[in-house]
Nanobody, 125 residues
Framework: QVQLVDSGGGLVQAGGSLRLSCAAS????????MGWFRQAPGKEREVVATISWKGDRTYTADSVKGRFTIARENAKNTMYLQLNSLKPEHTSVYYC??????????????????WGQGPQVPVSS
């Protein structure tokens, strides 16, 4: 079992950048595929980016490709999401999540067993 604590959210102006962190407890972080999901007001939660347990495979949603970058440091039990060139439409609650390792990186929230609490990222115009 792994517990996730995500942080780094907060109000940011359009065009600005932010880095979210997801710290995991327990010695098994490096055995989990990880992902970032987001839920905008009035919308369903959707995948943003995912990364394999080893960090050698990533997936990034087309809607944020080129703006958002996922990364992980297994030695620090931490995963990151770098958000650049933010727009008001990026305003969401961002959740980190962990899933059992898979040959195919999961992009559905149903594949993820553990979740962080979800920092808010409001982007002002």
């Amino acid at each position: 079992q792994v517990q996730l604590v995500d942080s780094g959210g907060g109000l940011v102006q359009a065009g600005g950048s932010l880095r979210l962190s997801c710290a995991a407890s327990g010695p098994t972080f490096s055995t989990y595929d990880m992902g970032w999901f987001r839920q905008a007001p009035g919308k369903e939660r959707e995948v943003v980016a995912t990364i394999s347990w080893k960090g050698d495979r990533t997936y990034t949603a087309d809607s944020v490709k080129g703006r958002f970058t996922i990364a992980r440091e297994n030695a620090k039990n931490t995963m990151y999401l770098q958000l650049n060139s933010l727009k008001p439409e990026h305003t969401s609650v961002y959740y980190c999540a962990a899933a059992p390792p898979s040959l195919r990186l999961g992009v559905s929230e149903s594949e993820y067993n553990y979740w962080g609490q979800g920092p808010q990222v409001p982007v002002s115009s």
